[in-house]
């Protein structure tokens, strides 16, 4: 019915951000990327790790693990999803904060630090020849505290210092204040999802199957 019970605690440390796919869950604590198998009944267990550097965001898209990690966007393959296997490296010029993907394209954002200056870039990247990533766009912007979510086909930066669309011509801005949605997940009809620090939950709404429609 959608209510929640202490049923089953997992003691994880720190974890900032997960990403699913299929039967597996993959928590980014920094210096590892934890790699869970979720069981029929619910259950989760720790099978192994992926030591990573300074991640605390992860993506799955199209059968890949994408991570935000300093100085680099590393891709796994999810062939076998407890064994992700690494597939591309992608340099960057800083510590990448958050990170989406839509499609064929890779969106980040990252940070600069030399001396006392931070500064903030969102880049896009053409990921269609995952051997040959081409950076595509590069805008110049520090935001704090930057997070990224995308809404369909669109990309959006949130900060405390405002809020952006990020396009192929550089970041439109937006109104509205920044609150943290974070990924939601749907288990037996009912959508949990975290929005600005508490935990929210929603029916899912049925909707019926038309040929060409998307749903099945």
């Not at 920094?30 to 550097?53: C, F, H, L, M, P």
């Not at 010029?93 to 630090?113: Q, R, S, W």
């Not at 952006?164 to 801005?173: A, W």
């Not at 937006?174 to 929603?202: C, D, M, P, W």
Request: hydrophobic share 30%; net charge neutral; aromatic share 10%.
């Amino acid at each position: 019915d959608g209510s929640l019970t202490d049923k089953d605690m997992l003691y994880s440390g720190e974890t900032n951000n997960i990403a699913m796919y299929e039967n597996t869950m993959y928590g980014a604590n920094y210096g590892e990327i934890d790699i869970y198998s979720i069981a029929e009944a619910g259950s989760i267990s720790r099978v192994s790790g992926i030591g990573v550097s300074s991640c605390k965001n992860v993506r799955t898209s199209d059968g890949k693990l994408f991570t935000a990690e300093n100085k680099k966007v590393r891709i796994f393959n999810l062939t076998n999803p407890l064994s992700p296997q690494l597939v591309k490296t992608i340099t960057t010029a800083g510590t990448v904060i958050d990170l989406e993907v839509v499609g064929n394209k890779l969106y980040i954002y990252e940070e600069t630090t030399s001396w006392f200056t931070t500064k903030g870039f969102a880049g896009i990247y053409d990921i269609t020849n995952l051997n040959s990533p081409v950076r595509t766009k590069y805008f110049e912007k520090r935001c704090t505290d930057a997070e990224m979510q995308k809404s369909g086909d669109k990309v959006y930066l949130g900060c405390k210092n405002g809020q952006f669309k990020v396009t192929d011509s550089g970041l439109s801005g937006v109104t509205g204040e920044k609150n943290y949605v974070r990924e939601g997940f749907v288990y037996n009809g009912i959508l949990y999802q975290v929005f600005s620090g508490a935990l929210h939950k929603s029916k899912i709404v049925k909707v019926p199957a038309v040929c060409g429609n998307g749903f099945a």
